[in-house]
């Protein structure tokens, strides 16, 4: 059997990224498992190796806000940050209200000044908004410039706590497919070993950082009950019972993708030209954060998931599909124009998906 499937770039590509890049920084800050050995402090690296160490949901629910009751009001803002914003690919289907709102509290908590997103939660302003109905010219100015500004705020941080909500959370009956692959299946093996390759990548991205990006894109996708380890091509001798899957960069394919998953030849391909041409496109756009994202949906494909999510915020999303059909958003929300709504990572209806397909 003959499968590929692949990020096709044409889709987000339009999308101006001036604001995306909070979701950059966010991501950016994760802890990367070796930075810090788990400790009694408060440690965002701690609090992720206790939720990868436990399979079941309501045991992970209990640890974490055992954890963040003991650890939270102690928590450097950095840590809080780090945990509030990876939560969801952390705890998977264990991220529930309670434990949210916990760590959204504590994250709120140790914010020193309201940051541009959340400022539209300050009603500061409504004391010169309502100045007792006064006809001064001053006022006036302030009743028509204040309320125009909140608003504005007020829709990019809901749409930002709509995405957040949406990869947090998987509601019933959520899980929507475009039903352009065939039916979900196990994934390719229960062990699974990425071997990268960086001969070929574009220049100015380094080993490393491709390596990271393959990294949490495999440790992401744990959540769904398989072993994925990546190693270097140099550094790789035997797969010990796992399954090898080749990462490599190259333009064969040419098709106009950045990332390719080929189930049957077991490559994960990238392509330096796509990822050239993105480069040339847009500067203002994070490139690793679009490197994470492809990666992140390649990976899904062998993890079992075949078809393309109908849900715009899942990392297997297709946002249009050739009828000219729309991913839909919770509520009936409008894909934002201004920021990258897919997430880089899965998300919770990503990660449940791939758990019934694998009976996990
Ligand atoms: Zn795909």
Not at 135 to 152: A, F, I, R
Not at 214 to 223: F, G, H, N, S, Y
Not at 242 to 263: F, Q, Y
Not at 332 to 353: V, W
């Amino acid at each position: 059997m003959y499968f590929y499937s692949s990020v096709r770039l044409g889709f987000y590509q339009l999308i101006p990224l001036a604001l995306s890049l909070c979701g950059v920084l966010a991501w950016a800050q994760a802890p990367k498992p070796q930075d810090k050995p788990v400790s009694s402090a408060c440690s965002a690296a701690d609090f992720k190796a206790m939720a990868y160490s436990i399979n079941d949901v309501l045991l992970r629910e209990k640890r974490a806000l055992e954890w963040l009751a003991r650890y939270g009001a102690d928590c450097p803002p950095a840590e809080i940050q780090s945990i509030h914003n990876n939560l969801a690919v952390w705890l998977g289907t264990a991220d529930t209200p309670k434990v949210h709102l916990t760590v959204k509290d504590l994250y709120q908590s140790k914010q020193p000044v309201a940051s541009t997103l959340e400022v539209s939660k300050n009603t500061a302003p409504a004391k010169e908004i309502l100045p007792s109905g006064s006809v001064n010219t001053t006022s006036t100015k302030k009743v028509k410039t204040l309320p125009n500004k909140v608003d504005e705020k007020t829709a990019v941080s809901k749409e930002y706590q709509l995405r957040e909500s949406e990869i947090a959370q998987c509601l019933p009956n959520e899980i929507a497919n475009w039903n352009d692959g065939s039916k979900d299946t196990q994934m390719i093996s229960p062990k699974t070993v990425y071997v990268y390759d960086h001969q070929s990548a574009p220049t100015g991205l380094s080993e490393d950082a491709v390596f990271g990006v393959l990294q949490q894109a495999a440790t992401a996708w744990e959540q769904c009950g398989g072993q994925n380890t990546v190693v270097l091509k140099r550094d790789f001798f035997e797969a010990k019972g796992s399954m090898k899957i080749a990462v490599v960069w190259n333009d064969d394919d040419k098709l106009g993708t950045i990332g390719l998953a080929n189930i049957t030849k077991k490559t994960l391909t990238l392509s330096p030209e796509a990822f050239q041409n993105l480069k040339k496109s847009n500067a203002n756009r994070n490139l690793m954060e679009t490197l994470q994202m492809v990666v992140s949906h390649e990976v899904g494909h062998f993890q079992g998931l075949t078809a393309h999510s109908r849900r715009c915020v899942d990392v297997l999303s297709y946002y249009t599909n050739d009828a000219g059909e729309k991913c839909s958003i919770r509520d009936n929300g409008i894909l934002p124009k201004h920021f990258e709504y897919r997430s880089m990572l899965p998300t919770a209806c990503d990660i449940q998906r791939c758990r019934i397909a694998n009976k996990n």
